[in-house]
């Protein structure tokens, strides 16, 4: 009943306050995500403060210049056919070329000896296409074959390489065969 502790004229203890609700804040993802905007905002403006600048483009030509009264300008001359085609069909550069290459002969001791290959010759050609020097670039096994393709070689017709419109000295590679199955009363033996 009563408390005998108590006194009658003691207030009583004043009660606990009742608990808080718990706070809503805000969690910690939206604090990451508002912290990774910041960084990459940052970088942005960043990157581009030390990008340079690039130069404005130059404004397109135009036909007239608007300034040139047209009595001052120069009269238009419509250009003859002959001109017209020359300025369009200018040759264009290009290397040297046989033009005529007869066959070399093939030699007697290497077709006795069954002998076959191929020769590369570099063959120095002069401004009005014929052979200057000739010289074995890779050599066949056979001794015959390769003096054979340069004997060839002297009498051969180039075309000279192009160069700005005229015709200049240049070298041209050309390879030489010697198959015996391209002569007559002959079979190649395996």
Not at 2 to 23: F, G, H, K, Y
Not at 104 to 119: F, H, I, K, Q, T
Not at 162 to 167: E, F, L, Q, T, V
Request: hydrophobic share 35%; no cysteine; charged share 25%.
């Amino acid at each position: 009943m009563s408390d005998p502790m108590r006194r009658p004229d003691d207030v009583p203890p004043p009660a606990a306050p009742p608990p808080e609700p718990p706070r809503k804040g805000s969690s910690p993802l939206i604090w990451i995500l508002l912290l990774v905007a910041l960084v990459a905002l940052g970088w942005y403006f960043l990157s581009k403060r030390d990008m340079p600048q690039s130069e404005p483009l130059p404004p397109p030509p135009t036909i007239g210049d608007g300034v040139t009264p047209p009595a001052e300008r120069e009269p238009t001359r419509t250009p003859d056919r002959t001109s017209r085609l020359s300025a369009t069909t200018a040759p264009a550069d290009r290397p040297a070329r046989v033009v005529d290459q007869p066959r070399p002969d093939y030699p007697a001791a290497a077709l006795r000896n069954r002998e076959e290959g191929s020769v590369t010759l570099l063959v120095q050609v002069d401004a009005a296409g014929k052979p200057t020097d000739i010289s074995v670039e890779q050599r066949s096994r056979s001794r015959d074959l390769d003096r054979a393709a340069m004997e060839a070689a002297r009498n051969w017709t180039f075309e000279p390489a192009i160069r700005n419109g005229k015709p200049e000295a240049s070298s041209v590679r050309v390879p030489v065969d010697f198959t015996l199955e391209d002569q007559p009363g002959t079979t190649a033996r395996n």
